[in-house]
């Protein structure tokens, strides 16, 4: 059964929710808990939209405490309205504090208090003190005051120190005993910025001292590392102490390209190659198809560009299958195959195993000593490289040229030379030749050695101009 409404609820909340004006913060959250339950829209047959509403409405009120202490506040308001017009006409509603709680009101009343008329403190000193005592819980002042406003006056001088010191989060506080005779409130009354500074220094206080100790150190260690860090003088990095990370790789000697440094040679398989196997992690895995188990077998490993000849290709696998002799084929996977004749896949196993570009005048290969003198001039736009051939065929000396490149040899071995020299781009040590663009020539003059030479390379031009020569003719040593 509810409640009868009251002057201490005058909009009804408390009456809505089923409890009291002095109920508990658990009553209230239990009251609307259990309204909600019966009251909610979604709730068969006992759903009620407005009420619930209502409800709603009523509890977001009592729930919050500031908005609670406002509730009653103005419900005390209201009730002194109809008892004493003269003193609701005077006092104002709860003061908003700017950091968001309220200030007491001068006119609030302490717990057990009464509060009397102007015209009962207007009777004499006594009574004046009687009506201060009432109506702001302050000490007798001292003397009479003579006249209904006098005893008014004083009586609101001795409460407005005390209704305005500091915030308040719950219901008013009673004003303090002790007032000031002269008005300026009771001790210890302080102003709005003091009840802030209040309100700071006590949250600062609830802070526990491991934390504030924790602070103190943290800072004291960042001040002394950067005292450390300015004080201490800075070390000069001797260059000649640093060892390199990684060990020194000379150049590669003239005769690198007959080493193995590139791998196993690339093979040729049955054919017509229309494929090569393109660089990779390794050599391309060779399978062969097992009909009777239905399973691939390894067959083989076929080094980066191999040449083989397609004949079809597994969609379903991503495999192709290659011609490996007359007894059956083999698959690969797609993925390791570039389309390519043998000459292109010739060209990109230079140009992948082409190593280190070689230096102007640099020596690719000798063999043999004497004690001739050779000049050598590029007058070419592209780097060139001379070859000295003996009367056998076998390549004496080889020499790199930059464009528009000069260098001397000393030392060249006793007989008669004959030159030839090629043209081109991107040099390769792998194959003795130029991977891309490359023209080869065959000078018709020979050298007699030891005597003192000098050649000029002018592709097309020149008394020593020669015939074009095959490529494979001059890559062979």
């Known amino acids: 059964m509810l409640p009868p409404q009251n002057r201490l609820d005058p909009d009804g909340y408390y009456r809505c929710l089923g409890v009291a004006p002095e109920a508990s913060q658990v009553e209230i959250v239990a009251a609307f808990r259990g309204k909600a339950r019966r009251l909610h829209p979604d709730?068969?047959?006992?759903?009620?939209?407005?009420?619930?509403?209502?409800?709603r409405q009523a509890y977001d009120v009592l729930s919050k405490r500031d908005r609670r202490a406002a509730y009653d506040r103005?419900?005390?308001?209201?009730?002194?309205?109809?008892?004493?017009?003269?003193?609701?006409?005077?006092?104002?509603?709860?003061?908003?504090?700017?950091?968001?709680?309220?200030?007491s009101s001068p006119f609030d009343l302490a717990p057990g208090q009464t509060r009397s008329t102007g015209s009962t403190a207007a009777q004499g000193g006594s009574a004046g003190s009687a009506a201060r005592r009432e109506s702001a819980g302050s000490a007798a002042v001292q003397g009479g005051f003579a006249g209904k406003s006098q005893a008014w006056w004083g009586g609101f001088s001795t409460t407005l120190g005390a209704g305005w010191q500091g915030r308040t989060s719950g219901a008013p506080q009673a004003p303090q005993a002790g007032a000031d005779p002269a008005g300026a409130g009771p001790a210890g009354a302080r102003p709005v910025g003091a009840g802030r500074a209040g309100v700071l220094q006590s949250r600062a206080s609830e802070i526990p001292l491991?934390?504030?100790v924790g602070l103190a150190a943290f800072l004291c260690l960042s001040v002394y590392q950067a005292a450390v860090?300015?004080?201490?003088?800075?070390?000069?990095?001797?260059?000649?102490?640093?060892?390199?990370?990684?060990?020194?790789?000379?150049?590669?000697?003239?005769?690198?390209?007959?080493?193995?440094?590139?791998?196993?040679?690339?093979?040729?398989?049955?054919?017509?190659?229309?494929?090569?196997?393109?660089?990779?992690?390794g050599p391309a895995m060779l399978w062969a198809l097992d009909k009777q188990r239905n399973m691939l077998?390894?067959?083989?490993?076929?080094?980066?560009?191999?040449?083989?000849?397609?004949?079809r290709l597994f969609s379903q696998n991503g495999m192709v299958e290659v011609l490996v002799n007359d007894r059956g084929n083999g698959l690969i996977s797609a993925a390791?195959?570039?389309?390519?004749?043998?000459?292109?896949?010739?060209?990109?196993?230079?140009?992948?195993?082409?190593?280190?570009a070689p230096r102007d005048g640099e020596l690719l290969e000798r063999r043999g000593s004497g004690t001739g003198r050779l000049?050598?001039?590029?007058?070419?736009?592209?780097?060139?490289?001379?070859?000295?051939?003996?009367?056998?065929?076998?390549?004496?000396?080889?020499?790199?040229?930059?464009?528009?490149?000069?260098?001397?040899?000393?030392?060249?071995?006793?007989?008669?030379?004959?030159?030839?020299?090629?043209?081109?781009?991107?040099?390769?040590?792998?194959?003795?030749?130029?991977?891309?663009?490359?023209?080869?020539?065959?000078?018709?003059?020979?050298?007699?050695?030891?005597?003192?030479?000098?050649?000029?390379?002018?592709?097309?031009?020149?008394?020593?101009?020669?015939?074009?020569?095959?490529?494979?003719?001059?890559?062979?040593?």
């Open 210 to 212: 491991l934390i504030w």
């Open 74 to 103: 103005k419900a005390r308001d209201m009730a002194l309205a109809v008892t004493d017009p003269t003193l609701a006409r005077r006092g104002a509603g709860p003061s908003e504090d700017p950091l968001g709680g309220h200030y």
């Open 375 to 477: 000049e050598l001039e590029n007058r070419a736009l592209q780097p060139a490289v001379v070859k000295l051939r003996d009367d056998s065929g076998a390549v004496v000396v080889s020499v790199f040229l930059e464009p528009q490149g000069h260098a001397v040899l000393d030392g060249v071995p006793s007989g008669t030379l004959h030159p030839e020299f090629a043209i081109g781009e991107l040099w390769s040590r792998a194959c003795n030749s130029f991977a891309a663009g490359m023209r080869a020539w065959r000078m018709q003059v020979a050298l007699p050695s030891p005597a003192q030479s000098r050649l000029v390379v002018e592709p097309d031009a020149g008394p020593q101009a020669a015939a074009n020569i095959p490529d494979q003719a001059f890559e062979r040593n």
């Open 336 to 356: 390791r195959l570039t389309p390519g004749d043998p000459a292109a896949a010739h060209r990109a196993y230079c140009g992948y195993n082409a190593g280190p």
């Open 297 to 311: 077998l390894p067959l083989g490993r076929l080094p980066p560009f191999s040449m083989v000849q397609a004949i």
């Open 43 to 55: 709730v068969p047959r006992t759903g009620d939209a407005a009420s619930f509403v209502a409800v």
């Open 229 to 281: 860090h300015l004080i201490s003088p800075r070390q000069k990095v001797v260059q000649a102490e640093i060892r390199p990370n990684a060990a020194v790789v000379d150049p590669l000697s003239p005769s690198a390209h007959e080493a193995v440094l590139y791998g196993p040679a690339p093979v040729r398989l049955a054919g017509v190659p229309n494929f090569y196997v393109g660089p990779g992690a």
